[in-house]
């Protein structure tokens, strides 16, 4: 089933709407953010936050606030008389800074969302779980007639920024990235239930694939499970652009490019990889639904070539536990 988008929404220190996203990075004018958190050498540590929260906000507050915006530009065009929309929110697993939070976050996602139920997916690649489980939910002739997806993460607290001070990337790999956050919401539904919302755009599959390699060991990164992935979503060739991690790590820079090596023919001659969270920040589990919706909204604005809007993207990340993620999208004509 080919998934509609008719609304979405993107949080981060680049702005608070998805054109933001556009036009600021695009210009190289996020504004830096002034670092609460310092180094035993006295050195401030480089973070990018929501200047808007600012630094000293709670995690959970940090999260709650991402959320209601990206939710509520994602729904705009969602009329309140339609029928309930189920939610499928997407964040990290437990870690230092991000222990007791899911809970709240849920419940207040599920109550702006007019949902009795939230279901909940996990780490960066969530998202692409998350589109499955809404062709699913979709294809049910008793189900929703949308979905909402919800991604977030911060990386913005004393006990994130300590663990990432402790555990800094090996001399031999991608200068670590700033520590950022994130909030991103689509909303979708069946190319079918397309009545009153022109679309941005559709999905026309998402895939995931578990590899042995992850953040936590040193297997060798062979790039199968990615390929596995992009290779399980059916048909369209011609892929001009593909947004993801691949400039963040050695682990999803060789997995990635081996990948795309194997899968050369569905990509163009000139087929540009875009890294986001370069120009961001790390963004957690906030990664796969952000690179999905900035893929639509460059096309939206018109912020690149005709022939690249026209063209089918592919979106992807991978999580710590080495989940790889990916979607094959196209932007609304």
């Known amino acids: 089933m080919r998934l509609a988008i008719v609304g979405m929404g993107m949080v981060s220190p680049a702005g608070m709407t998805p054109r933001d996203h556009v036009f600021f990075i695009r210009a190289g004018v996020v504004p830096p953010t002034p670092s609460p958190f310092v180094a035993a050498s006295g050195e401030p540590i480089e973070v990018r936050y929501c200047p808007w929260i600012g630094a000293r906000a709670s995690v959970e507050s940090r999260l709650a606030r991402m959320t209601q915006i990206a939710i509520f530009e994602a729904m705009s065009g969602w009329e309140a008389s339609d029928p309930k929309i189920a939610v ?156 993801g991690q691949e400039r963040l790590d050695a682990l999803r820079w060789r997995e990635w490019n081996i990948a795309a090596a194997r899968l050369a023919s569905r990509f163009t001659s000139d087929v540009s990889f875009e890294t986001l969270e370069r120009e961001v920040g790390r963004l957690g589990a906030a990664s796969g639904l952000m690179s999905l919706a900035y893929g639509f909204a460059v096309a939206q604005h018109a912020a690149i070539p005709i022939a690249a809007r026209e063209a089918p993207f592919l979106a992807w990340a991978i999580s710590p536990d080495g989940t790889r993620g990916v979607a094959l999208a196209q932007g609304a004509a």
């Open 88 to 243: 499928l929110l997407c964040m990290a697993r437990p870690r230092p800074g991000l222990q007791t939070e899911h809970a709240a976050i849920s419940s207040a996602v599920a109550k702006q969302a007019h949902a009795t139920d939230v279901v909940q997916c996990w780490g960066d690649a969530g998202a692409f779980a998350a589109l499955r489980k809404a062709e699913e939910l979709l294809s049910d002739r008793n189900g929703p007639l949308g979905v909402l997806i919800v991604a977030a993460d911060t990386l913005i607290s004393t006990e994130a920024i300590a663990q990432r001070v402790l555990h800094p990337p090996s001399p031999w790999n991608e200068p670590a990235r700033p520590a950022s956050e994130a909030a991103a919401a689509v909303l979708v539904t069946s190319s079918a239930g397309v009545t009153r919302t022109r679309p941005v755009g559709f999905v026309h599959g998402a895939a995931i694939a578990a590899g042995t390699s992850n953040d936590d060991n040193d297997d060798v990164v062979d790039g199968t499970a990615m390929t596995t992935a992009v290779h399980s979503i059916p048909g369209v060739a011609g892929i001009a652009r593909a947004l």
